[in-house]
């Protein structure tokens, strides 16, 4: 489990039970940029995913790398680096805490990411995608039902009596004579 402070400028990420934080520098917002758009494309499949590495290790900086690696267990490193690769774009903090809030690993993933491409405005409703971000939307967005729609009366048994919705009509009355 992990928690997060601000320290300055910098994300602070402490580990239970490792004595020291992780200070996270912030990058630049072009390289930023860059680190995003190349995890969004791995995640889409687009790119290896062998090069999730070398993303991660620029979120963190090659000292904080090093040091996750000597003595960080992989689950471990994984609640370190996926917080601050969130952390180095547009999100911030908040996609840090949609991490921590969903959970950590996959599940805390799953709902940064989704932060992630709400914030960037992917539409899921576009039918050529320009761009790796538009496509990973369309994976991610739920497939629309293809049948038609359904309502209450249609969902009723056959043999159900159905009760008549018009208003009954009131014969005048007879005038005597």
Same mark, same amino acid.
């Given at each position: 489990?992990?928690?997060?402070? &601000?320290?300055? %400028?910098?994300?602070? &990420?402490?580990?239970?039970?490792?004595?020291?934080?992780?200070?996270?520098?912030?990058?630049?917002? %072009?390289?930023?940029?860059?680190?995003?758009?190349?995890?969004?494309?791995i995640?889409?499949?687009?790119?290896?995913?062998?090069?999730?590495?070398?993303?991660?290790?620029?979120?963190?900086?090659?000292?904080?790398?090093?040091?996750?690696?000597?003595?960080?267990?992989?689950?471990?490193?994984?609640?370190?680096?996926?917080?601050?690769?969130?952390?180095?774009?547009?999100?911030?903090?908040?996609?840090?805490?949609?991490?921590?809030?969903?959970?950590?690993?996959?599940?805390?993933?799953?709902?940064?990411?989704e932060?992630?491409?709400?914030?960037?405005? &992917?539409s899921?409703?576009?039918?050529?995608?320009?761009?790796?971000?538009?496509?990973?939307?369309?994976?991610?967005?739920?497939?629309?039902?293809?049948?038609?729609?359904?309502?209450?009366?249609?969902?009723?048994?056959?043999?159900?009596?159905r009760?008549? %919705?018009?208003?009954?009509?009131? %014969?005048?009355?007879?005038?005597?004579?």
């Amino acid at each position: 489990m992990i928690t997060t402070t &601000i320290q300055g %400028r910098s994300l602070a &990420i402490h580990v239970d039970g490792i004595e020291e934080s992780f200070i996270i520098a912030p990058l630049g917002g %072009r390289q930023g940029q860059a680190l995003t758009e190349t995890f969004l494309n791995i995640v889409a499949g687009n790119l290896s995913p062998a090069g999730m590495d070398d993303v991660l290790a620029e979120a963190v900086g090659p000292v904080v790398y090093e040091r996750i690696r000597e003595e960080l267990s992989l689950h471990e490193a994984e609640s370190v680096l996926l917080p601050a690769f969130y952390w180095q774009t547009v999100l911030g903090l908040d996609g840090v805490n949609a991490y921590i809030s969903g959970g950590e690993g996959l599940a805390g993933s799953k709902k940064a990411l989704e932060l992630l491409i709400l914030t960037l405005g &992917i539409s899921p409703t576009q039918t050529a995608p320009s761009t790796a971000l538009e496509s990973l939307i369309q994976k991610l967005a739920p497939t629309p039902p293809t049948g038609r729609s359904t309502t209450t009366v249609d969902r009723l048994p056959a043999d159900k009596p159905r009760a008549n %919705r018009s208003p009954k009509k009131t %014969r005048p009355a007879a005038s005597p004579q």
